[in-house]
């Protein structure tokens, strides 16, 4: 069976505007994400951790290396919507309703109308927004808003979803919970997904496998395998002495890479 | 509570105002020449209804032509500015010289081509004011896609045209209608000003002139109150659409 993403070798540079030089957002990277398999890619601002995940979703393409999704180059993966995506935005168009939201994906790709309103409904119960479907997206939270992008990106049943900081612009409250839903979406729907996030409790929390990413150029310093107890309950695990032992490896990770140095320090 | 707030503190202001003018007036036995009373002009307004409500009709009609025509046009040509790129070229000088003309100056020359009996010059003239702000609002929102939009509708592998008509033309609306707004007290303008220049002599720029030239001030202010009446309506009115048009947008 192919791995559900196979990065070999990429590299992505952006040209410089005018005099300005060059910048090298990723060199050389390396990565494997086996199908079902949640994992993370942690880094400072800047480490291009973004820059890969557009790369993996064909949004932007590599300088030179080669991306496979299923087998498949990244470009022929997203024509094949082999692959759900979420923002740190929502993104959700403010002139449809949630249920027309979620529906978008599935109007875009012929998907049986018939079948629609079922779907529609499964995932909005799978949210836990079954009241809201009639909701614009201006009458909802910022969590509720995300939830939604969630579920469009989970419409057609996608065995890889990726999330570029989708609850970066939350609050600490409803970012542990939107967490824990995910990990148990993830688990119920069985999609492997590639999470990009620079807070590091949340990347080992989440995830089976951490990607610890360094800056300029974009480099992939270590992976840390994540293993926390499974089926005890999320707040149980975030207080675990195992989760707080990962959580500063990865830190000891992150800070060992040149260039992460705090801000506003003097090293002259 | 703010709302009732917001409505009640212009209407008093406004009321107070109107009560110092008629107090000056009266205190000050200024001739209704120089400035007549609002009480004065009010009573006018009321006895001469049929006459002031039948100019109001004929220039708020042209006026609203006017807005429907020019807002049709705007509408197509922004949108096929915004898909044929030839065509934006081409008509950007156009758009721009005509926003810098004042439009009721064309007056003269559309009477004669379109006969002193018609309106359908001053129809014309109020189109080409409200055909500009349509058509340069329309566009800017036909071309302002969300960035976090176009990396969806990428991902998704939409075509031109679904991305089009889920994302583009639906994005453009509150823009459109934005645009209406400013048109529609524009065209009650273009249209009254333009009466100014001949043509018909039933609405109500000519009523005021020949009210003024006949010495009556009272009924002349008595017009000008009907021409602020019909400019307050379509105002009110573009404001309400953009409201309906803008419900839901996120900001």
Request: positive net charge.
């Amino acid at each position: 069976m192919s791995a559900a993403v196979r990065v070999r070798g990429a590299t992505k540079t952006f040209p410089g505007r005018g005099r300005a030089a060059g910048v090298t957002a990723l060199e050389n990277i390396e990565l494997r994400v086996e199908p079902g398999q949640f994992v993370s890619l942690i880094g400072p601002s800047g480490c291009g951790k973004s820059t890969l995940l557009r790369l993996v979703a064909d949004l932007d393409r590599p300088s030179a290396g080669s991306i496979e999704v299923f087998g498949d180059p990244a470009a022929k993966a997203r024509v094949k919507q082999a692959y759900g995506i979420a923002f740190q935005q929502a993104g959700l168009l403010p002139w449809r309703t949630v249920a027309a939201n979620i529906r978008l994906p599935l109007e875009l790709h012929r998907f049986p109308p018939a079948r629609r309103h079922a779907r529609v409904a499964e995932l909005l119960a799978l949210v836990g927004l079954e009241d809201f479907a009639d909701r614009y997206p201006d009458q909802l939270s910022g969590g509720m808003q995300q939830r939604v992008a969630i579920a469009r990106a989970l419409a057609e049943s996608p065995e890889l979803l990726l999330m570029d900081e989708p609850f970066g612009a939350l609050d600490e409250m409803t970012r542990e919970r939107m967490q824990g839903e995910l990990k148990r979406i993830a688990g119920e729907t069985g999609a492997a997904v590639v999470f990009v996030t620079h807070s590091i409790p949340e990347a080992v929390f989440l995830s089976d496998k951490v990607v610890v990413m360094s800056p300029r150029p974009g480099r992939i310093v270590d992976e840390l395998p994540i293993t926390l107890g499974t089926g005890s309950a999320a707040d149980d695990v975030r207080e675990s002495e195992a989760f707080f032992r990962q959580v500063s490896a990865v830190r000891e990770l992150l800070h060992g890479v040149p260039g992460a140095a705090p801000r506003g320090v003097d090293l002259r | 509570m703010r709302i009732a707030q917001r409505i009640l503190t212009p209407v008093v202001f406004g009321v107070l105002a109107l009560a110092v003018w008629q107090l000056l007036v009266v205190a000050l036995k200024i001739p209704p020449f120089v400035l007549p009373a609002p009480l004065a002009v009010g009573a006018v307004f009321q006895l001469q209804l049929p006459i002031v409500g039948n100019g109001m009709l004929i220039t708020g009609l042209n006026a609203l032509i006017g807005l429907v025509l020019g807002t049709a046009l705007g509408v197509v040509g922004a949108i096929l500015a915004a898909f044929l790129r030839a065509i934006d070229e081409l008509a950007a000088p156009l758009v721009t010289a005509l926003s810098v003309v004042p439009i009721v100056a064309l007056a003269p020359v559309l009477y004669t081509m379109y006969g002193a009996g018609a309106q359908t010059a001053r129809q014309f003239i109020a189109a080409l004011a409200v055909f500009v702000p349509v058509y340069v609002t329309t566009l800017r929102g036909l071309r302002q896609v969300a960035p976090v939009h176009r990396d969806l509708l990428r991902a998704y592998a939409a075509t031109r045209w679904q991305a089009t008509r889920a994302v583009t033309l639906p994005g453009a609306v509150p823009y459109l209608f934005t645009g209406i707004r400013i048109a529609s007290s524009l065209s009650v303008i273009t249209a009254l000003v333009a009466e100014y220049f001949g043509g018909p002599v039933n609405g109500l720029a000519n009523a005021i002139t020949s009210a003024a030239a006949n010495s009556n001030f009272t009924l002349a202010y008595a017009f000008v109150l009907g021409a602020i009446l019909v400019g307050l309506v379509f105002f009110v009115g573009g404001l309400l659409l953009e409201r309906l048009a803008t419900r839901h947008s996120i900001t």
